[in-house]
């Protein structure tokens, strides 16, 4: 296995261990983005090889930092990274270069982790499709002319392809796991509070979005979760769950899991995403769990209407001093920060209500089951000259997000989530199930993930542009 092929986790062992050199990982990781990049458009604002190549000499030659020690990543444009551009997909920071690191950035530099530029995004991460202005479109290893998800879209091709061993990513409407599943890598969306973000601006009312990791495997997860992830006393909603790495893989025997499907036919979706994620069931009924259909627990409907109420709140409140330069925003960017800025108070109340509502029920279904699952996405990948599906199996979409519904069980109350990769649909392209489990239960989510990609290993056997 080529050295941009190994885990992280075999990758930081032999780092420390000095069987790899860290200006050996980056000349071939380097050398890696010159071959598959041009084809995918995954990292952008790449810094200079001599730069980096310097850095990691450096690397070797001093004692190692942190778990991550050498080890080359690049960080998702949306986060604001000292000396690096970042545009967060938008004309507006196009030139931007920030003096300070965001604190997910400050995690992985003091860890040791060499910062080799960024993983493209939606333009503000708007959108489960990464294109935008500045950079242009990331097209799906495994189909170049199709989409690969977003918003984390090129920091999972980069993981695909072998360009990097880890990747950062963020998750409010299943830009962790819509892209996961898309390019047959691991997204975790971990407990909400479990990954502290910025005390910038408001830390009380929104609790819709979080930061997480990026991997080929749960045991990585686990890595790069005990390096970004840990209270800080800045923020009024930690959760602490403890160390996870190195990952146990449990014995799933007895565990039951509930399979919701599409919610009772609420969600619709493409033919062969069910039958695909299905065959993924099966794998974790063959370790010995016991695997039920489950009813719709609580209406689609009622989610959805308290999804787009608070999202909407959310994204406005960020981004409403934009508005005045709205030439240099796209048109579902303005839409959703004028919706968001009409809303009434009572308006966000009644839709915390109804999350509440479901948070309680959600409560009571993990009394019974240790994980629930869907699928990572209603659609198979589609072109990337599109902007997003406007339909489902003959259903019309309203909203420029409303195909991916799915997600919006777990975003709602913050859950821990786990998207896999399910395997292969008849046209070659990768779909993945979302796993999710009780809040804080983050630990033994990926442990159950382990035992299935020790049966599964689909980012090894399948890996893409190999």
């Not at 080890?71 to 931007?96: F, M, N, R």
């Not at 749960?218 to 602490?240: C, F, T, Y």
Request: hydrophobic share 40%; net charge negative; aromatic share 8%.
């Amino acid at each position: 296995m080529t050295l941009t092929h190994r885990s992280a986790t075999d990758l930081t062992r032999q780092l420390a261990s000095g069987q790899v050199r860290a200006t050996d990982l980056m000349e071939a990781t380097l050398d890696r983005i010159d071959t598959v990049n041009p084809s995918v458009n995954a990292i952008v604002g790449q810094r200079p090889r001599d730069v980096l190549m310097a850095e990691a000499r450096a690397a070797d030659a001093r004692d190692s930092v942190g778990p991550l020690h050498g080890l080359p990543i690049a960080i998702k444009d949306l986060v604001e990274v000292a000396g690096v551009v970042s545009t967060h997909g938008s004309p507006l920071y196009a030139q931007h270069i920030p003096e300070k690191d965001d604190l997910i950035a400050a995690r992985l530099r003091a860890a040791g982790a060499i910062i080799i530029g960024k993983t493209n995004v939606p333009e503000f991460g708007l959108g489960s499709h990464t294109f935008n202005p500045v950079y242009g479109a990331t097209g799906n290893p495994y189909a170049p002319t199709l989409t690969c998800g977003g918003s984390s879209g090129g920091a999972a091709v980069a993981l695909a392809t072998g360009m990097t061993a880890l990747a950062d990513g963020s998750d409010m409407m299943g830009s962790l796991r819509n892209p996961a599943g898309w390019n047959n890598v691991y997204g975790f969306r971990p407990s909400f509070g479990v990954v502290p973000t910025d005390p910038e601006g408001d830390t009380f009312l929104h609790q819709l979005a979080t930061l997480g990791p990026m991997a080929r495997s749960p045991e990585d997860i686990a890595l790069l979760l005990d390096v970004i992830g840990g209270p800080d006393p800045r923020q009024p909603h930690n959760l602490d769950i403890g160390a996870v790495s190195p990952l146990a893989v449990s014995d799933p025997r007895g565990k039951r899991i509930g399979w919701l499907g599409d919610w009772g036919g609420a969600f619709p979706m493409e033919d062969g995403v069910l039958a695909t994620c299905e065959t993924a069931l099966e794998v974790f009924e063959d370790l010995g769990c016991i695997v039920d259909s489950v009813a719709p627990p609580f209406p689609a409907e009622r989610l959805w209407d308290s999804w787009i109420t608070l999202r909407s709140w959310q994204v406005g409140a960020g981004y409403a001093d934009m508005l005045d330069q709205r030439d240099k925003l796209k048109d579902t960017a303005i839409w959703e920060i004028e919706r968001g800025l009409a809303l009434s108070a009572m308006d966000v109340h009644r839709a915390s209500v109804i999350r509440s509502e479901w948070y309680r029920r959600a409560a009571s279904l993990f009394d019974r089951y240790d994980a629930l699952v869907l699928p990572s996405a209603q659609v198979w990948p589609f072109s990337r000259d599109i902007a997003w599906p406007t339909e489902i199996a003959g259903r019309q979409m309203d909203t420029y997000h409303r195909w991916m519904e799915v997600v919006v069980p777990v975003s709602l109350i913050g859950l821990p989530c786990l998207s896999a990769p399910a395997g292969f649909g008849q046209a070659g392209l990768p779909m993945g199930i979302q796993m999710f489990g009780r809040r804080g239960r983050d630990r033994a989510l990926l442990e159950m993930g382990a035992a299935y990609h020790a049966a599964t290993e689909w980012p090894q056997k399948r890996p893409a542009m190999s």
